[in-house]
């Protein structure tokens, strides 16, 4: 159990058009899910707190206009990154928690390259 | 702000014992936990501590001082899959919010 699921793994596209990320929970709700960002080499950052039904939480630093979060039901947050630029370009990863558990359920990732 | 150092490489011989040290700086703390994390790879849960004290899984044992805010993972019998990266990750403010350490980046060596 506690599955999260992130897709697409891996995207191209070019700079100024948007990509979608989905980030589900298949086999427990998620009120609650977070969205990171890593360069290579670095530790993860994160970004927002995505709250089912209502506003994310953005971390200082983060343009929230250009990252945009919506967590329509309790299996499914999706990371939008609008207008992207090559310095977008980074691995990006969900968690969700499941619960009172102390552990934190990431996604598989999302290779994003900007062209 | 909330701030995890930790070594950012270690190297150890296949088979010996390596300790990777961390020490932060968070508000509204709950424990800490570690995470593996291969390269291209998602973070792997590997153990949290709550309270004070050695928490042992296997090979791996997590150690927390709170008074101390210091924190480290134990990795004995050392393998080579092994080598990854290895974060603290501080758990705080509900809802699982984790805040990851600067990571360290251990190579195991024949």
């Known amino acids: 159990g506690a599955v999260v699921s992130q897709h697409p793994s891996r995207v191209i596209c070019k700079s100024g058009t948007s990509v979608k990320i989905e980030c589900r929970s298949l086999?427990?709700?998620?009120?609650?899910m977070f969205w990171y960002r890593q360069f290579p080499k670095q530790s993860l950052m994160l970004m927002a707190t995505?709250?089912?039904?209502?506003?994310?939480?953005?971390e200082q630093g983060v343009e929230k206009d250009k990252f945009l979060i919506n967590h329509a039901s309790l299996t499914l947050s999706t990371l939008t990154v609008t207008s992207a630029h090559p310095e977008d370009s980074s691995f990006y990863i969900c968690?969700?928690?499941?619960?009172?558990?102390?552990?934190?359920?990431f996604g598989q990732g999302t290779r994003l390259t900007v062209v | 702000g909330q701030s995890l150092e930790q070594p950012s490489e270690v190297t150890a011989v296949e088979g010996a014992i390596v300790q990777i040290n961390c020490t932060y700086q968070?508000?509204?703390?709950?424990?800490l936990s570690w995470y593996q994390q291969h390269d291209g790879g998602a973070p792997t849960f590997l153990s949290y501590?709550?309270?004070?004290g050695l928490e042992e899984t296997g090979r791996f044992s997590s150690f927390l001082s709170r008074s101390d805010s210091y924190g480290y993972l134990l990795l004995q019998e050392l393998q080579m899959k092994d080598s990854a990266s290895y974060f603290c990750?501080?758990?705080?403010?509900?809802?699982?919010?984790?805040?990851f350490g600067t990571g360290t980046k251990l190579q195991v060596i024949p």
């Open positions: 968690s969700a928690g499941r619960g009172s558990d102390t552990e934190a359920f």
């Open positions: 086999d427990f709700q998620a009120t609650t």
């Open positions: 995505s709250n089912e039904g209502s506003k994310a939480t953005y």
């Open positions: 968070t508000s509204g703390f709950y424990g």
């Open positions: 501590n709550a309270l004070d």
């Open positions: 990750a501080a758990l705080s403010g509900g809802y699982q919010k984790v805040t």
